[in-house]
């Protein structure tokens, strides 16, 4: 964590995050960073950090023990939340999260170290995740000159990739599908489903104009239409029709304790109307707050949400 500057305040989003007039960034949450694992304790999942070329976009990746027979398997990119200006794909709640998501898929999970506010503000995370969709789409070209990751290209299904994120990465897993939905990825690959934990979205009827919306206007500040700009208000007047999401399944869910549920809800509603042809459903826990099922991975209501992923995660194969 950064130490505070001794300059005056700029911008305090506590209990999130302070800027200070020389620039200086405080970071008032975090987890500390972990290193990759040749293998998990936990979950004998095997883990490796890699640069995504030519940018280097840094990103860890998980690879699931595998029996004898050979295997291939889904694969998640996957983007943690923090409000586009927290956290880390290293740190040690995203590292124990992927783990045990991996293990009990089984799946490959590639987890995205995307840029952040304000040093990078948005859209260069959404530019980080499309570009990372199109690397690991790009394992289905047969093209000599591409260096393709060994994991991904020995136990990678392509047919079923996920796109999924909890927070602001749910967030950025809507716009990377949006985007999936007008432009042809890579090799003619079809995304095959999203998964929404804890969706990040705002609007302008947030008339309390709290934590939320203020720090839409700190990550984004240049976004045109502010904050009924389609990337955090997709149902906004204006915004493009949800039926162009570019994915064929779709799990919203959602936290009963959560600020963000009743978007969360009217978001996956709209999607239903919307005349896309892909199937949604809700998963919705009581009693739990933001991101619950990463901060305590032990409760029953965490590991009844791995299950639910698990499941869909089946269905869509």
Not at 76 to 96: N, P, Q, T, V, W
Not at 171 to 186: F, K, T
Request: glycine content about 8%.
């Amino acid at each position: 964590m950064a130490v505070a500057s001794t300059k005056d305040l700029l911008t305090d989003l506590s209990p999130l995050i302070q800027v200070y007039t020389d620039g200086t960034v405080h970071r008032l949450i975090s987890s500390p960073h972990v290193p990759p694992s040749p293998e998990d304790p936990a979950t004998s999942v095997a883990s490796k950090d890699i640069l995504i070329p030519p940018s280097n976009i840094p990103a860890r990746l998980y690879l699931p023990k595998l029996s004898a027979a050979p295997q291939k398997l889904p694969i998640l990119l996957y983007h943690h939340g923090g409000g586009f200006c927290l956290e880390s794909a290293f740190s040690f709640l995203h590292h124990r999260y992927a783990n045990l998501l991996s293990a009990a898929s089984p799946a490959l999970i590639l987890s995205l170290e995307y840029r952040l506010a304000p040093e990078h503000p948005l859209p260069a995370a959404y530019h980080d995740s499309s570009f990372a969709l199109r690397w690991l789409c790009s394992h289905a070209l047969d093209d000599p000159t591409f260096e393709k990751d060994p994991w991904i290209a020995d136990h990678a299904d392509l047919g079923r990739i996920f796109i999924a994120g909890d927070g602001s990465g749910a967030n950025i897993a809507h716009n990377v599908v949006m985007r999936a939905g007008s432009e042809p990825l890579p090799g003619n690959v079809k995304v095959n489903g999203a998964i929404l934990c804890h969706p990040f979205f705002c609007g302008e009827d947030d008339l309390e104009r709290g934590l939320g919306y203020r720090l839409w206007s700190f990550v984004y500040s240049s976004a045109g239409g502010g904050i009924d700009n389609p990337a955090i208000n997709p149902v906004a007047d204006g915004a493009p029709s949800l039926s162009g999401l570019g994915c064929s399944r779709m799990i919203v869910c959602l936290a009963e304790k959560d600020p963000a549920a009743a978007r969360g809800k009217v978001y996956a509603e709209m999607v239903r109307r919307s005349g896309w042809r892909g199937e949604v459903e809700t998963a919705e826990y009581e009693g739990e707050g933001h991101c619950f099922q990463i901060s305590d991975t032990h409760s029953q209501n965490a590991k009844n949400f791995i299950d639910r992923l698990v499941a869909f995660i089946s269905r869509c194969s």
